[in-house]
């Protein structure tokens, strides 16, 4: 950047920018706004947090994760926190044409001026934007060229619990839940600046590594044996800790966060309001990362999950509320408050929905009592596996005729479309247990009709290709082969389609497997991994999540010659199965599981052994109670929602 | 056939308003589709009764008059909405106003007068004024002028079914340069029609038959709509409702 477009910490850079949002593809984006965003005074604050969903906009503003530490940092008095996104292709280079940096839509303020920049990685599908951003941000790519005057880069989010790939571009990663440790972040932070940076960039790092939760990967070295796989984890202070454990909220209660939910003009991907009504899960599904790193089971109570969705509606307009989580339906309280919110509602045009529902037949119930004053469309159901065999693997038991069942009690209740998700390449499976699927869905499509009196039923079958990741008992596993993927997929299609009577009622909705590998590689990888991401970036790759500018010959090329030096390649973080003592490379990061339980749990996923939820049988030992001194927090409460006021 | 809603069909219409409002500052950027969604989100928490649609997916009863295209300001953007609850105009205006973002100011607020006819059929033409940074308003005078004189001027169009030839001439009702604080203006006023000419088309004209290319971005503002007489003014579509007044009055419920 030249000397005469430099500005002062904190300055607008919108004049300068308001120019090139008129050559480009939906501004409205850029521009902030957004009702309920905030501008504080830059000079008013002593840590500046810029954080970054490093997704297209329409993606990361709906973001729960970063919409709560946005709210829970702008609340500090001493902390300011401003939201970026990443620019698309056509912005991006007008940008570099006229020297204006990655910026925030709140202030339009550099990213470059803030003290931290957070970065939450919902997928590892985001790690070239985060590369992208850091460049037009003007922040050098790599951790250790960085000095203190550029910010603290921090990721979170699920795919932090395996940061190895990114160690070299990010300072820190946090792992666990944001809501408190933003603020110990921003405690070391301020209290380091107002000593007048002692130490530099490494004393604010080291004091940071002390911070629980925070993982600094700059103060741990790698070392690789023969076979390829990693030697050694070894600190490199001795004020650092060996693992790195995960921060846990207990009282959703004292969270109730969003409360003033951001509502964009632009459109999203989730035009709704979304209230979080429990955190972690223990169903045990081993292929589920979500549901194995965010233990115990933490509920919001039926009176907070109330008053939640009636502030956040005053605060927003919208017409739709979302009761988040990772499997709804098993909320102590779930089946009261689905009938106390539709009462509360009734008549007011506004809709209620469970985004994540099992095969139940409860969950038809729940689903008729949320819409039974509005329309009722589709109805989602995810079975995850085709056969009882393979669903016996994935411990997410549900025999073919409770499916068949739960699927036909929907139809004969009103509903005309049912979407069933599965995936494909799970451990042990075989071309027989993805083609149950077809058998599964015309079977349905029979019975629905019959139940329902109706012709025009309809089923979508949804299929995606699975990725093993870190932190489950499937991490040691296989990933299956692009080519597995897709000929299982091909002989899935041709299946349905033999009675064009029945599969002209059945959709199926698939991507190719090639996507898969690529996020397979990047989420059990170790720090040999960030040379193939920036070889990738530096080649063009950004918005790896969308089809139309992911490139698999780019990243196979990538891979291959970054990769050759060190003996490995892309087969070998994929399609090779580990074994039981192999250190994997987010070994020394602790979501609390007990290693030993997890291959355990592995061993009994392929002798088909199924394990109970904990919530309603004794303790099975994970290990993440003990190892984090946390315990379920469930209900019931016993309380009921109170009427409101009419205005 | 289908399932159909349980319980008596939504409250009809009592009372239909008319609300001219402005898209200013960065909310220029905003499409029609943003503005519909942000009106109707302030809608709901201004708590304005809307009347409803019937059927399982109702819709407030909102119609919008033809939207001044993205990245292009407007002091004249109108919207009919239909109540089921009468109100007091003014009392919505200030309401809605103060729930929408501020770069979207609601102007005015009126009755539909009764017998008085529809909305649309009041607005024809736009006036539009646009800031070209940089330029220099003589050599913008010559190219208005060129443009003036000529009976057809082609310029290619994006349309839906890609770029098309379209006539920019016939449109333009009347053109004329002036001076800004560092740019020249564009006055004109623009028939609307079909195909849709826009302020990018002119100046894609006035390139055509001027070779006018201007350093910068425009910044285009629509002043008003209406409908244009024959001296070449255009009248306030508002006017009608105004003056017919409001109809039969019963209490006006507050908002």
Redesign the interface.
């Given at each position: 950047m030249t000397a005469e477009l430099r500005t002062t910490a904190g300055e607008s850079l919108y004049p300068r920018l308001e120019p090139l949002l008129a050559q480009i593809q939906k501004p409205i984006q850029y521009v902030g706004g957004e009702l309920n965003a905030q501008v504080k005074h830059w000079d008013a604050a002593s840590v500046h947090w810029a954080l970054m969903y490093p997704d297209a906009y329409e993606v990361g503003l709906p973001n729960q994760g970063l919409m709560i530490l946005y709210e829970v940092l702008n609340e500090r008095a001493d902390a300011l926190a401003e939201r970026t996104y990443a620019v698309w292709p056509d912005l991006a280079a007008l940008m570099r044409e006229h020297g204006v940096p990655q910026f925030t839509v709140d202030g339009h303020r550099a990213v470059a001026d803030f003290d931290v920049l957070g970065v939450s990685f919902a997928t590892e599908l985001g790690y070239t934007n985060l590369l992208e951003a850091l460049d037009l941000a003007g922040v050098p790519l790599h951790a250790v060229d960085r000095d203190e005057s550029h910010p603290v880069v921090v990721a979170g989010g699920h795919a932090a619990f395996n940061p190895e790939p990114v160690a070299d571009f990010v300072d820190c990663a946090v792992l666990g839940d944001g809501e408190q440790v933003v603020g110990d972040i921003t405690d070391v932070v301020k209290a380091w600046k107002a000593e007048d940076r002692p130490g530099g960039r490494e004393e604010l790092l080291a004091r940071l590594a002390r911070v629980d939760g925070v993982y600094v990967p700059r103060f741990y070295a790698m070392s690789y044996g023969d076979d390829g796989a990693i030697a050694a984890v070894t600190p490199t202070r001795d004020d650092v800790p060996e693992k790195v454990g995960k921060r846990t909220v207990m009282d959703l209660d004292e969270w109730p966060y969003p409360k003033q939910p951001l509502v964009p003009l632009a459109e999203s991907v989730h035009e709704r309001m979304s209230v979080e009504i429990f955190r972690g899960c223990t169903r045990g599904c081993r292929f589920c990362q979500a549901g194995m790193i965010t233990r115990p089971v933490r509920e919001r109570t039926i009176t907070g999950i109330g008053s939640m969705v009636d502030a956040g509606l005053k605060a927003t307009g919208y017409e739709e509320v979302g009761l988040l989580s990772l499997s709804s339906a098993d909320h102590s309280e779930i089946g009261q408050l689905a009938k106390e919110l539709a009462d509360r509602y009734e008549g007011t045009n506004t809709g209620l929905s469970l985004p994540s529902t099992r095969v139940d037949a409860f969950n038809v119930t729940l689903a008729n009592e949320l819409s039974r004053n509005g329309r009722r469309s589709g109805l989602t159901f995810a079975p995850e596996g085709g056969s009882e065999r393979i669903r016996r693997v994935i411990n997410k038991t549900v025999s073919k005729e409770d499916l068949v069942r739960t699927v036909t009690t929907a139809y004969a209740n009103g509903w005309t479309q049912v979407k069933l998700y599965f995936m494909c390449g799970l451990p042990t499976e075989t071309d027989e247990d993805v083609l149950e699927i077809a058998d599964l869905a015309v079977e349905v499509i029979r019975a629905g009709r019959e139940a329902s009196g109706r012709k025009d039923i309809r089923c979508t079958v949804s299929i995606g290709g699975f990725v093993p990741k870190p932190h489950t008992p499937f991490q040691w596993a296989s990933q299956a082969s692009p080519e597995t993927i897709d000929s299982r997929l091909r002989l899935l299609r041709a299946k349905i389609n033999e009675d064009r009577k029945i599969g002209r009622s059945i959709g199926l909705r698939y991507h190719d497997g090639k996507p898969g590998a690529i996020e397979g590689l990047l989420s059990r990888g170790d720090r040999r991994v960030g040379r193939v991401i920036e070889r990738v970036w530096r080649e063009g790759g950004r918005f790896d999540g969308w089809s139309e500018h992911f490139s698999y010959d780019r990243w196979v090329a990538a891979a291959t010659e970054e990769l050759a030096p060190f003996g490995v390649d892309l087969d070998w973080y994929t399609t090779r199965e580990r074994t039981e003592h192999e250190i994997l490379p987010w070994d020394h990061l602790d979501s609390g599981l007990d290693k030993e339980w997890l291959w355990e749990d592995w061993q009994a996923a392929i002798s088909e052994d199924e394990v109970a939820d904990c919530r309603w049988t004794p303790c099975y030992d994970c290990g993440v109670c003990p190892t984090n001194g946390t315990e379920i927090q469930i209900g019931p409460t016993g309380r009921s929602l109170l009427p409101l006021t009419v205005v | 056939m289908?399932?159909q809603?349980?319980g008596p069909p939504p409250p009809p219409t009592v009372q239909k308003l008319r609300i001219r409002y402005a898209k200013r500052g960065?909310?220029r950027?905003?499409?029609h589709?943003?503005?519909a969604?942000?009106l109707?989100?302030?809608?709901?928490?201004a708590?304005v009764p809307m009347a409803?649609s019937a059927?399982?997916?109702?819709h407030p009863k909102i119609s919008y008059l033809g939207a001044a295209p993205?990245?292009a300001a407007s002091e004249a953007e109108y919207v009919e909405i239909g109540l089921s609850v009468r109100c007091d105009p003014e009392a919505v205006r200030v309401a809605l106003d103060d729930?929408l973002?501020?770069?979207i100011a609601v102007l005015e607020c009126v009755e539909a007068g009764a017998g008085t006819g529809s909305l649309a059929d009041r607005i024809d033409t736009s006036v539009w004024r646009v800031e070209l940074p940089g330029l220099d308003p003589d050599e913008l005078a010559r190219a208005v002028e060129a443009f003036l004189a000529a009976d057809v001027v082609t310029v290619a169009k994006r349309t839906k079914n890609g770029l098309r030839d379209i006539d920019a001439r016939p449109s333009v009702a009347s053109a004329s340069a002036s001076t800004g604080a560092g740019c020249a203006i564009l006055h004109m006023v623009v028939r609307q029609g079909t195909p849709v000419v826009r302020p990018d088309d002119v100046l894609a004209a006035l390139a055509a038959v001027a070779d006018l290319h201007p350093p910068?971005?425009?910044r285009a503002v629509r002043e008003a709509q209406g409908r244009l007489d024959g001296t070449g003014t255009v009248a306030d579509p508002l006017g009608p409702d105004r003056t017919a007044g409001a109809p039969d009055q019963e209490a006006h419920a507050t908002v």
């Open positions: - | 289908g399932r809603p349980d960065r909310l950027f905003a499409s589709r943003d503005l969604r942000a109707e989100r302030a809608l709901r928490r708590r409803f059927g399982f997916s109702p993205t990245g729930s973002p501020e770069d910068l971005p425009p």
